[in-house]
């Protein structure tokens, strides 16, 4: 989850791509070899042109779709440099804690959403 100003980023998915229009915490999938901190950084490369830094374990959520069961593993993170560009998601939004209940999530987030909201930030 990146941070700015005690704000989160969350990001829509695009039409056309499972789950569209659904919010989400950018980042991906975990490529063989790679630790979650370096698949974090890659895909926030990819997905948004920004470097991140990242800091501490936020949490985890396992959530069984219809096409197969997923691990989200979330983790504080730092904007470092870039300017957003929406690579994959039509979207993006810097909320509060207390914003998070306005937006839908993929049920996936949605463990990730209720333990953010009990957190300051």
Not at 77 to 86: A, E, P, Q, V, Y
């Amino acid at each position: 989850m990146i941070l700015k100003a005690n704000r989160v980023l969350i990001a829509q998915r695009a039409p056309g791509e499972n789950l569209a229009g659904k919010w989400e915490f950018p980042g991906g999938k975990i490529e063989p070899g790679e630790t979650p901190e370096e698949c974090l950084k890659r895909e926030i490369r990819q997905e948004l042109d920004v470097d991140i830094e990242v800091l501490d374990f936020f949490g985890e959520s396992i959530f069984t779709y219809r096409s197969g069961t997923i691990k989200l593993m979330a983790f504080w993170c730092k904007w470092i440099s870039g300017d957003f560009t929406l690579n994959v998601h039509s979207h993006i939004a810097w909320v509060n804690r207390h914003e998070l209940d306005l937006y839908d999530f993929a049920p996936a987030d949605i463990p990730l959403v209720e333990k953010l909201k009990s957190v300051l930030i």
